[in-house]
């Protein structure tokens, strides 16, 4: 199949490939987000995650397949990202209470030997209950989701704070392990 590159130094991805017996290597692409798009569209999530993909193309010593993925949470066609602070992740945790909003993470597989891109895109849904202030507070201060977008990661999140969700649970957490295999093969 030969090598395969996850570019990405997310934790939380690299357990998932794993959970699905990908063997990989990890290289994170030193491509820099465009944080000022806050409109949602499928082909900006899907540029994040090529672009990431393409960036790690010169650091390679031989042909591989390389992973690129970018995940999102959306509300109401608008991006939520990983929050710069205390007050943002407030922000965002407040606006996501009692609704429901999509997690869209985009995947890009770029075959050097091949010369082949795949692009595709997961989403899910998750929906919060309504949470107090308290309830956000507390969720900020013990669990510091300032590397997640929408300021939480679901995999953590304290009991009664999500009603539910519909769609994969991987790919909420960061990147859907089943459609990655699927793309490799």
């Not at 395969?4 to 820099?32: E, V, W």
């Amino acid at each position: 199949m030969g090598k395969i590159i996850l570019a990405s130094s997310s934790p939380r991805r690299a357990d998932i490939l794993k959970k699905h017996n990908i063997q990989f290597g990890i290289l994170p692409s030193p491509y820099q987000e465009d944080h000022s798009v806050t409109d949602f569209s499928y082909s900006f999530v899907e540029g994040l995650a090529y672009n990431k993909a393409k960036a790690v193309l010169p650091l390679l010593a031989e042909q591989a397949k390389v992973i690129g993925a970018d995940t999102v949470v959306v509300l109401d066609g608008k991006i939520l990202g990983k929050p710069i602070d205390y007050k943002d992740a407030f922000a965002m945790l407040k606006s996501l209470s009692g609704r429901t909003h999509e997690v869209v993470t985009s995947i890009a597989v770029l075959d050097t030997e091949q010369n082949t891109e795949k692009i595709l895109s997961v989403t899910s849904k998750v929906e919060f209950n309504k949470l107090t202030d308290e309830q956000i507070n507390f969720y900020i201060q013990n669990y510091e989701p300032y590397d997640k977008a929408g300021s939480y990661g679901i995999q953590e999140m304290p009991e009664g704070y999500i009603k539910g969700y519909e769609g994969s649970l991987e790919n909420i957490i960061g990147i859907c392990g089943k459609t990655v295999a699927e793309m490799i093969r």
